[in-house]
């Protein structure tokens, strides 16, 4: 048993565990999805651009049972919350959409599930309109919350995945991506895109996906890392970020004025030829703001053809320039990640990066695999130096997207 298959299994126990202990009764089933991490292509996903994010070992599971009474509640837990949550399904339809500014009706974790609960059955109405029973939803995960890693994905994923099989709601993994994205968008109030929740969705072992936002069509790049006798170093600097506030929601605001000023339906239709255009035609900062989203979708597209052609060892010069252009024209870095990409690249990383949102969280790094440890120590080194917050460190290999487990 490989050391994910244990971590595997203890996060399935503590699912079906907290579940009887919720319910006195076994599961239906167990569902899990996983986290990811964005091999390259930030925030280009809301700007209906290019990602190319690979699925980790790290995953939510949820044990999930059908009620067997007539009373059509649903009910959740994680084993990180104090206490289950239960409202009627009936009631989700006022909780959701949540109005901005307004109290929470639920804690901010549980309006995760509930949201896709909330999305999945107005998906389902639309194409069936048929009823639900009651259910209730026992939630346990190995993913690190708040670091970039997408633990929100993995919990809508699971949720949504064993949604759909127990009520028989049929969707596919794409409009079980949408199901997530609306619950985070408009039950959660976190303005995010469509990456996190596809890959978890869609994520292959040993390969990234590489996804058309506008389209929403994914293929499947093979990355051949352990092949090339390569690994991807994890750092979280355990710095949290929120993305319902603050900073994620500017960005998105300046990506969607610069579309404006070029007279684009989204920077996905502008080009690096064009840049010298907005130059003149926006201010200094909603211009670099645009030369990130608009250098970033070629450099996804550029990675993919490298990837292909000369495979993952040739990907480091792309890696890097996405960092930079991240942490000086779209300035989501914070010193930490920064920290984490130089000490990795000095210490003989071939590549390096922060992924994810920004403001805190994780980077990687593209290393031999006889330099994990090497590069590893230096990045601790680097972070005790700043009398930062030890990192976590971890290598992560692409793995299977959301699936049912038992
Ligand atoms: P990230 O996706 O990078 O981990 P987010 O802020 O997008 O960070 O999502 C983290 C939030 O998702 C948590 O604060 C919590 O509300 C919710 N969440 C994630 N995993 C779980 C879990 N296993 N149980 C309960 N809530 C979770
Ligand atoms: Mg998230």
Same mark, same amino acid.
């Given at each position: /048993?490989?050391?994910?298959?244990?971590?595997?299994?203890?996060?399935? %126990?503590?699912?079906?565990?907290?579940?009887?202990?919720?319910?006195?009764?076994?599961?239906?089933?167990?569902?899990?999805?996983?986290?990811?991490?964005? $091999?390259?292509?930030?925030? @280009?996903?809301?700007?209906?651009?290019?990602?190319?994010?690979?699925?980790?070992?790290?995953?939510?599971?949820?044990?999930?049972?059908?009620?067997?009474?007539?009373?059509?509640?649903?009910?959740?837990?994680?084993?990180?919350?104090?206490?289950?949550?239960?409202?009627?399904?009936?009631? $989700?339809?006022?909780?959701?959409?949540?109005?901005?500014?307004?109290?929470?009706?639920?804690?901010?974790?549980?309006?995760?599930?509930?949201?896709?609960?909330?999305?999945?059955?107005?998906?389902?109405?639309?194409?069936?309109?048929?009823?639900?029973?009651?259910?209730?939803?026992?939630?346990?995960?190995?993913?690190?919350?708040?670091?970039?890693?997408?633990?929100?994905?993995?919990?809508?994923?699971?949720?949504?995945?064993?949604?759909?099989?127990?009520?028989?709601?049929? $969707?596919?993994?794409?409009?079980?991506?949408?199901?997530?994205?609306?619950?985070?968008?408009?039950?959660?109030?976190?303005?995010?895109?469509?990456?996190?929740?596809?890959?978890? /969705?869609?994520?292959?072992?040993?390969?990234?996906?590489?996804?058309?936002?506008?389209?929403?069509?994914?293929?499947?790049?093979?990355? *051949?890392?352990?092949?090339?006798? $390569?690994?991807?170093?994890? /750092?979280?600097?355990?710095?949290?970020?929120?993305?319902?506030?603050? *900073?994620?929601?500017?960005?998105?605001?300046?990506?969607?004025?610069?579309?404006?000023? /070029?007279?684009?339906?989204?920077?996905?239709?502008?080009?690096?030829?064009?840049?010298?255009?907005?130059?003149?035609?926006? %201010?200094?900062?909603?211009?670099?703001?645009?030369?990130?989203?608009?250098?970033?979708? =070629?450099?996804?597209?550029? @990675?993919?053809?490298?990837?292909?052609? =000369?495979?993952?060892?040739?990907?480091? %010069?792309?890696?890097?320039?996405?960092?930079?252009?991240?942490?000086?024209?779209?300035?989501?870095?914070?010193?930490?990640?920064?920290?984490?990409?130089?000490?990795?690249?000095?210490?003989?990383?071939?590549?390096?990066?922060?992924?994810?949102?920004?403001?805190?969280?994780?980077?990687?790094?593209?290393?031999?695999?006889?330099?994990?440890?090497?590069?590893? %120590?230096?990045?601790?080194?680097?972070?005790?130096?700043?009398?930062?917050?030890?990192?976590?460190?971890?290598?992560?290999?692409?793995?299977?997207?959301?699936?049912?487990?038992?």
């Amino acid at each position: /048993m490989t050391l994910s298959e244990t971590h595997e299994t203890e996060t399935q %126990d503590a699912a079906r565990a907290l579940f009887v202990e919720l319910t006195g009764r076994e599961p239906d089933g167990l569902w899990s999805a996983p986290g990811r991490v964005n $091999l390259i292509g930030e925030h @280009t996903d809301y700007n209906d651009g290019f990602v190319l994010p690979f699925a980790i070992p790290h995953r939510t599971v949820a044990a999930v049972g059908l009620r067997h009474d007539d009373r059509g509640r649903v009910r959740v837990a994680s084993t990180f919350a104090e206490e289950p949550v239960e409202v009627a399904l009936d009631e $989700l339809d006022d909780l959701f959409p949540t109005t901005t500014g307004a109290e929470p009706a639920v804690p901010e974790w549980a309006a995760y599930p509930l949201g896709v609960a909330w999305a999945l059955r107005q998906a389902a109405a639309d194409a069936h309109g048929h009823g639900f029973r009651g259910i209730d939803i026992a939630i346990a995960s190995d993913v690190p919350v708040g670091a970039g890693l997408s633990s929100s994905a993995a919990i809508e994923g699971a949720a949504a995945s064993a949604l759909n099989e127990l009520w028989s709601t049929g $969707l596919d993994r794409t409009a079980l991506a949408r199901v997530g994205r609306r619950a985070e968008n408009e039950a959660v109030g976190a303005p995010t895109g469509i990456m996190d929740q596809m890959a978890s /969705m869609l994520g292959e072992t040993d390969a990234a996906i590489f996804l058309d936002c506008r389209s929403l069509e994914a293929q499947v790049v093979p990355l *051949g890392v352990a092949e090339a006798g $390569l690994a991807i170093l994890a /750092m979280d600097t355990r710095v949290k970020h929120a993305h319902s506030t603050g *900073g994620y929601g500017e960005r998105r605001a300046s990506c969607e004025l610069g579309a404006k000023i /070029m007279g684009v339906p989204a920077l996905r239709d502008v080009s690096t030829s064009d840049l010298p255009r907005a130059q003149e035609l926006m %201010d200094d900062v909603t211009f670099r703001r645009v030369r990130h989203i608009v250098t970033e979708n =070629q450099r996804v597209l550029d @990675t993919v053809r490298v990837l292909r052609e =000369q495979g993952a060892r040739a990907i480091g %010069d792309l890696l890097v320039a996405s960092h930079v252009s991240m942490r000086d024209d779209f300035e989501i870095s914070v010193p930490e990640l920064d920290t984490a990409v130089d000490a990795a690249l000095s210490a003989g990383a071939l590549g390096a990066r922060m992924t994810g949102g920004g403001f805190g969280g994780a980077a990687i790094a593209l290393v031999e695999q006889d330099a994990v440890t090497t590069v590893s %120590d230096a990045v601790a080194a680097a972070f005790a130096a700043s009398g930062f917050r030890a990192p976590a460190l971890f290598t992560v290999t692409p793995s299977a997207g959301a699936h049912r487990d038992a």
